[in-house]
Nanobody, 122 residues
């Protein structure tokens, strides 16, 4: 099993920034594609960003492209999501996910964290 624990969420004003972290344990972190998804109240969980093994590829949802950066530190078994120019539409619970495949589809991910709340005030 791969355990994932997110941190870094909180309340921020529109236009501000947050950096989310996801610490992994239990298996060889470097083998996994890592991704971030988010779920707003009353909405489906949606893809935000993904980063492949060895940091070869990254992918972003159109809604966050240019405002978010996903990165990983295999030495620390951690993946990050730097979010800038936040707006109220970014308010959601953000989930870290992992799988062997490189995908933007939530059904492809076997491992999930419990989520961290991000609230953007206007």
């Amino acid at each position: 099993q791969l355990q994932l624990v997110e941190s870094g969420g909180g309340l921020v004003q529109a236009g501000g920034s947050l950096r989310l972290s996801c610490a992994a344990s239990g298996r060889t972190f470097s083998r996994y594609t890592m991704a971030w998804f988010r779920q707003a109240p009353g909405k489906e969980r949606e893809f935000v960003a993904a980063i492949s093994r060895r940091d070869v590829s990254t992918d972003y949802a159109e809604s966050v492209k240019g405002r978010c950066t996903i990165s990983r530190d295999d030495g620390k078994n951690t993946v990050y999501l730097q979010m800038d120019s936040l707006n109220t539409k970014d308010t959601a619970v953000y989930y870290c996910a992992a799988d062997i495949v490189y995908s933007s589809r939530k059904r492809d991910y076997d491992y999930w964290g419990q989520g961290t709340q991000v609230t953007v005030s206007s």
